[in-house]
T-cell receptor, first 114, second 114 residues
Framework: GAVVSQHPSRVICKSGTSVKIECRSL??????MFWYRQFPKKSLMLMAT?????????EQGVEKDKFLINHASLTLSTLTVTSAHPEDSSFYIC??????????FGAGSRLTVL | GENVEQHPSTLSVQEGDSAVIKCTYS??????FPWYKQELGKGPQLIID???NVGEKKDQRIAVTLNKTAKHFSLHITETQPEDSAVYFC?????WGTGNQFYFGTGTSLTVIP
């Protein structure tokens, strides 16, 4: 089946630094990837839709300059949290859409900003 | 836009009993309905899905039913086991191709009591 690799699984950084999270589709090409943020015991909050070769589409309320998304190839999308603050600490999850319209999730990345 | 509602938010069952989680959707154009299982600290995993051209699908102890007229679909887990304990999300999607959105329910926390 489809596999999505997300890295790193955990990251701790200092306030003011930037952190990059990678999302790779390992055995299929994904023209569309999605980035979610999940708070404890809450549902998935869609942050942005990432389309290969074009600018990401951000959901209302998500700062595009803070959460930079790049989808440079059919198998890789990256999320960079710039100038991170403690309130950015969260569980970030990517997903990739296969040609059969099946959505596969990565394992998630736990970001802690000190 | 699409609105997916999921009930109950929490569910406790005795091991061996059945569990049923229900979702409703609002957009009659939605035609693909996946279910995801999320264990603590991990990304959601696809466990079963159904497309609008069928009314029921079964995979061992898991089944999904779809009522297009009433716009609701349900997940059924029989002979529950402690390892079934997790958060379950339903989703609805329509169409194919770039940028196709998935709309998620708010999740059901299932606890199977040994």
């Amino acid at each position: 089946g489809a596999v999505v690799s997300q890295h790193p699984s955990r990251v701790i950084c200092k306030s003011g630094t930037s952190v990059k999270i990678e999302c790779r589709s390992l055995d299929f090409q994904a023209t569309t990837m999605f980035w979610y943020r999940q708070f404890p015991k809450k549902s998935l909050m869609l942050m942005a839709t990432s389309n290969e070769g074009s600018k990401a589409t951000y959901e209302q309320g998500v700062e595009k300059d803070k959460f930079l998304i790049n989808h440079a190839s059919l198998t890789l999308s990256t999320l960079t949290v710039t100038s991170a603050h403690p309130e950015d600490s969260s569980f970030y999850i990517c997903s990739a859409l296969s040609g059969a319209n099946v959505l596969t999730f990565g394992a998630g990345s736990r970001l802690t900003v000190l | 836009g699409e609105n997916v509602e999921q009930h109950p938010s929490t569910l406790s069952v005795q091991e061996g009993d059945s569990a049923v989680i229900k979702c409703t959707y609002s957009d009659s154009a939605s035609n693909y309905f996946p279910w995801y299982k999320q264990e603590l600290g991990k990304g959601p995993q696809l466990i079963i899905d159904i497309r609008s051209n069928v009314g029921e699908k079964k995979d061992q102890r898991i089944a999904v039913t779809l009522n297009k007229t009433a716009k609701h679909f349900s997940l059924h887990i029989t002979e529950t086991q402690p390892e079934d304990s997790a958060v379950y999300f339903c989703a609805a999607s329509k169409g194919w191709g770039t940028g196709n959105q998935f709309y998620f329910g708010t999740g059901t926390s299932l606890t199977v009591i040994p």
